[in-house]
C-alpha cells in the first residue's frame, strides 16, 4: 500500500488513498502501521474516500485502532496531501468528517504547495449529555474530579472529539501519562476523553500538554488547542485570538461570535513509501 507521512504541530499521520478501496480494515490497518517498532510509526491515519455531500471524506483511526470522529491536526495534513497530490485542488475545500462538513481555506508557498491552512471547526457542544459527561448540566465548566486524593478542577466540552482541560500553574507537578490515562478512562467519560493540560503565559499565549484518548502521549492536538482555548476564553483567561504552543509546533485559534473556532496551521510532508505489512503487537 502507497503511504505518505505529515507531521502537524507535533501530531504524525499516516495518509493512504482509499478512494478505490472496497472492504478493508482500517482499524487493524491503524494498529500495525501506527506501531513505533513493528509499524512505521504515527499517532494515527487518515483515509481519503469519496464523498456525496463535499469535496472529499476523511476517515480518521488513532494509533490503538479506534475511529474518531475528527483530528485537527489531521485535517491540516489531510489538506495539504489532497491539495499538493491533486486530489482536490480547490482554495476552499469541504471535508466530510464524522464530526460533521469543515471548510478549509488554503493558503499557498511559492511553489504552489499548501501552506497555511484555516479550518473553520465550527461551534463547540457544551452540554453534559453530548459531550458526553455523566454530569447533566449545560456547560461543564470548573466541575472537579478526584484522582488518587487529589481535586483538579476541569471543564469539558466537544469539538468534533470530547476534551477536558485543566489549567495547571507549574506542568513539573503533573505527571501527564499518569494522570492523563486515569482521566481519559474516568467512569465520567462514556466515550472516554482526551485531555489538555494548559499553562497560561497571557491573554494571548498558552502552553499546551497532550494526552489523547486513543493515542496517548502526544506532541499536540489541534481540537484540543480549539478546546483550550474556548474554555480559557469564557472564563475570560484568554482573548479572541490565542497563539497555542504545543510541544511540537504552534497553532492559532480564534473565536468570532458564538464560540464559532478557526484554526490555522501548517503541516509537513515527511514521507512517501510503500507500506508491506506490520505487526499490531
Ligand atoms: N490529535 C487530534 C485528535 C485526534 C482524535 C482523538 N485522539 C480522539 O479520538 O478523540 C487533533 O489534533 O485534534
Redesign the pocket.
Known sequence: MKFDKYVAAG?DFILFNGIKDTEKNYNELALRVCNRHFGIGA??IMVCKKSNIADIKML?Y?SDG?K?E?????IRSFTKYIYDYDIVRKKIISIETLAGIKYITIETDESGKANMIKVDMGEPIFEGSRVPVTIDKEKIIEEIISIDGKDYKFSALTVG??HVVIFVEDIKSIDINDLGKKIENYSLFPKKT?VNFVKIIDYGNINIYTW????GR?L?????SCASVVVGNLLHKLGNKVNVNTEGGSLIVELEDNYKIFMTGSATHIASGEFVNGLSK
Open positions: 501530531n499517532d494515527g480518521y488513532n479506534s474518531g475528527m483530528c485537527g491536526n489531521g472529539v470530547p482526551n489523547e484518548r486513543g493515542a502526544t499536540g492536538c489541534g481540537t484540543g
